[in-house]
């Protein structure tokens, strides 16, 4: 039995630190391997549970809510998505999820099981953080998991830290929930040893890679976790939460402003030796029970205010002033989310209730947007799933955190800080489009809302009821449907995995999945012009709003003289993506170039129609690019503007044509 503890716990481990290699599941491709795997094993558990006619615990239902967001997106799928790719993929990421937690929380259940699962996330941990720091001195060779700039809005050193997950915000987040885990066990924890170790000695890395982060969303959130965390902690370990927090808090400090006087004088390795002395001074301060504190009741109050006092005033004092600079100033990029904001809202409208399926905001907001910032995520996780599913799957959705957080509380109080630390870090960014968000929360989850069955063997001998076997069935039903886009899904990648797949390669990759755009518009390219149409009206079908499909499309009809059927494709394409400077040239550009085209051929009055249709367009095009430029400070991160080619073809269709060219 404690064999087998230890291999799933083994296997949990191995899934998460895959789960944060690639990249945090952000992107789909890089999922598809692992939801097999969890469909695979969900799947086996439950044809075990059909096969012996036992049920495998009693009230786990719970722990099945998340497939009720895969039902939603699948239901989307009905009812007009503005991509049935994209829903499609969230349905997987959805089933993956519940299966995940399902499997967890089963083996949550079992005692032997419930403790090994204390240590899940420790070990991930190490995992994450140790890969972000060999990244950082150059020892792990990972694209971007330190992201450079020389733009001070998003960085006062000029670098941050990302990790594995290559955002710093994510990797802040993750790290602010890591921490106050540690704590909150160290402060419970009465005995001494390895586990001790494993508790204390990545605290330091901890803190000291979230300032490297410079994520003042993670700061904050970090910040607000350990208040709650403090109020959760009970009145005996309050000085142990304390000092467990604020000790490598300091020391964190300590290591971080000498890296970066090291760095500046580049130094090999900087702040290196400082940084290991002081997470091993630290460690070896907790283990050998230095930390513990003796004080009679009455006492203890003073005793805790003087720790808090003495520990936020030497962290203050010890942190650099470019930090105290970066956590104060610089708030442009938070005024441009309220410009994000403000479009999902009128976004929204357009579907209410339903929502615009999978990945909705990344499809439409070029359409909605009202200034040119570039944004392909909306930044609030939960606004992503309100334009996703509407205020119906909203609801559920938040209703469904709502219950998880709950049964933490009630079951766990002390996992509480660490959970609402995602919670709340998610609301102003897109933590909840990694994947690993969710492995992350739900094992938290699967830890702290569990029910622990005191003698699992006394469940052995009663049968599960016709229900259950029908919600087995159902559920089985919906996983092998499930596995089986996952392993089509990952053929599609596997056959595009050599540097420069052919043409063969291509086809066999969209065979198996339909909706890469991408490969789609590669492979169109590459064929004949009527061939090439006729893949990218099959990928119409399913994005029909999709600019890069319009646009290509629209570009072919016009290499083939269709005016008829191009010029509603290329005006489309630009009215669903009006920022774009390059399409705007280029519009104005193969209409007048059509134009003459047909006067040489004796087609006068068509010729005509595509000139008006040109200086039309130009019009549209100047009003506004004026427009922007009468606003104070634009957030024009697109570079729109009016170009002088533009402007000349204007002047030159007019006036081949006799149009008056005026606003």
Known sequence: MQTRNALFLVFLITLLAAAAFRRGLFFDRDGYALQIVIFLSAGAALIYSLKSRRPLFPALTWALLPLGMAVLYALKLGYHPASAGATINELLRWTFYGCFLWLAALYGQRPRGREAMNWLLPWVGIFVTGGAWLGFYGVLDFPNIVVYTDDRRLSEAGFRLSGFFQYANMLAAVLSALFLFH???????????????????????????????????????????????????????????????????VCAAVAYREILREMQMDMLYPGLPLLLSVTLAYSAAAVLGTLRVTAKPQSKPLILTSILLIGLVLFAAIVPDSTVQRA?????????????????????????????????????????????????????????????????????????????????????????????????????DFDMSFGFYWLFLFSMVAIGGTDVIAKPSEFRNHPASAKANVLIGLLLIGITAAGVYSVRFEAGQVALT?????????????????????????????????????LL????????????????????????????????????????????????????????????????????????????????SYLQYETLAKALSELPNPANGRKFHLTQQASFLAEQCASVFGIPLHN
Not at 512 to 517: A, E, H, L
Request: charged share 20%.
């Open 328 to 428: 104060g100033g610089h708030y442009e990029t938070a005024a441009a989310r309220k410009l994000f904001y403000l479009d999902a809202w009128t976004m929204l409208q357009e579907s209410p209730w339903t929502g615009g399926g999978g990945n909705t905001w990344a499809n439409k907001y070029t359409r909605f947007q009202q200034q040119p910032y570039v944004g392909t995520e909306v930044h609030s996780g939960y606004i992503d799933i309100l334009l996703d599913l509407g205020w119906t799957g909203f609801l559920f959705f938040i209703g469904m955190l709502f219950y998880f957080l709950y049964r933490i509380v009630r079951r766990s109080l002390w996992l509480a800080a660490p959970a609402v630390v995602l919670l709340l870090h998610a609301a102003i």
């Open 498 to 534: 050599s540097a420069n797949p052919g043409e063969g390669s291509r086809f066999t990759a969209l065979r198996y999945n339909p909706y890469d755009t991408a490969n789609r518009l590669r492979l169109a390219e590459r064929m004949p012009l009527e061939q090439g149409l006729r």
């Open 183 to 249: 704590t909150a066990k160290l402060s419970a924890l009465r005995c001494y040893g390895w586990k001790l170790w494993l508790l204390a000695l990545p605290q330091v890395p901890y803190v000291t890679a979230l300032l490297l982060t410079e994520s003042r969303g993670g700061w904050i959130a970090a910040a607000a976790g350990w208040i709650i965390g403090l109020m959760c902690t009970p009145a005996r370990d309050k000085i142990r939460y304390a000092m467990f927090s604020l000790l490598p808090a």
């Open 537 to 616: 009206y099959d990928g119409l079908s399913y994005e029909p709003d999709r600019v890069s499909l319009l646009w290509k499309a629209g570009t072919m009809q016009a290499q083939l003289h269709r005016w008829h059927e191009a010029v509603p494709l290329l005006s489309r394409a630009v009215e669903l993506d009006r920022y774009d400077t390059q399409k705007q040239e280029e519009y104005i550009q193969l209409l007048y170039q059509g134009a003459l085209q047909l006067r040489s051929r004796g087609d006068e009055e068509q010729a005509r129609q595509l000139a008006q249709a040109a200086v039309r």
